[in-house]
């Protein structure tokens, strides 16, 4: 079964968490702050990390970044903010999802449930899959894309995104449909999360941007032959 990191510096929503968590089966381990999440990621592998953005030493969102320089565990954020910059923030930093408190524990398992099984997927789908368009090389099975022989640094879900679209690639792709596939069941967010990842990722791409064509009134295509 997979274990869970919970990360909140109040003592009250991590039990409440803990205990919604074990109740399907998960192990979880707990951390009160962003310092404490970080350490415990350098030295165990988690399927998932459920974090709080305020805690004190090192918030949410750094803790967020510093874990992903060397491990890509997918990230659910909690928040008392729920604006849509904060939630843009977030997933341009690499979190698959966020959260906004007050919320329903059973909510947040199903999301729990949906995240861990996309993620499954995802690396089951993965074997095998490389591609190569003029310099660019995707690399779906290592998670890694090369601009002209030189790595790109790019957030989690800039990969899933353009993994996507190179899987699909000469396939018309709509807005909606790149949410329900690359962030998956009901998500929270707009036509304007997609846009903004398409833009990081082309510059992430470079010149090789000129591969995701965009799709006025629709979405998005990676063209190529």
């Known amino acids: 079964m997979a274990h869970i990191l919970i990360v909140d510096d109040e ?29 415990l990621c350098h030295d165990n592998d988690y399927d998932l990390i459920i974090m709080d953005v305020m805690m004190p030493r090192l918030d949410g969102y750094s803790a967020c970044k510093e874990i992903h320089k060397t491990k890509n565990i997918p990230v659910i954020m909690l928040s008392a903010r729920g604006e849509e910059y904060d939630k843009l923030f977030g997933f341009e930093i690499g979190v698959d999802d966020y959260v906004v408190k007050p919320f329903s524990p059973k909510e947040l398992m199903a999301r729990v449930k949906v995240v861990l099984k996309r993620n499954k ?17 995707v690399d779906i099975s290592g998670r890694e894309v090369y601009v002209d022989g030189k790595k790109a640094s790019m957030t989690p879900k800039e990969y899933d995104l353009l993994f996507y679209l190179v ?44 591969f995701i064509v965009t799709l006025r009134g629709m979405g998005y295509k990676f063209e190529a032959q």
Do not use: P
């Open 11 to 39: 003592v009250n929503i991590r039990t409440v968490v803990r205990e919604y968590a074990e109740f399907e089966g998960y192990d979880v381990t707990e951390a009160e702050n962003g310092m404490e999440a970080v350490s």
């Open 167 to 210: 899987r699909n690639k000469n396939i018309a792709l709509s807005r909606d449909k790149l949410l329900e596939e690359v962030w998956g069941y009901d998500f929270f967010g707009d036509d304007r999360t997609v846009d903004t990842h398409i833009k990081m990722l082309r510059n992430s791409l470079g010149e090789y941007r000129k």
């Open 121 to 137: 997927t995802a690396g089951d789908a993965n074997q095998m899959d490389r591609y190569t368009f003029e310099g660019l090389e």
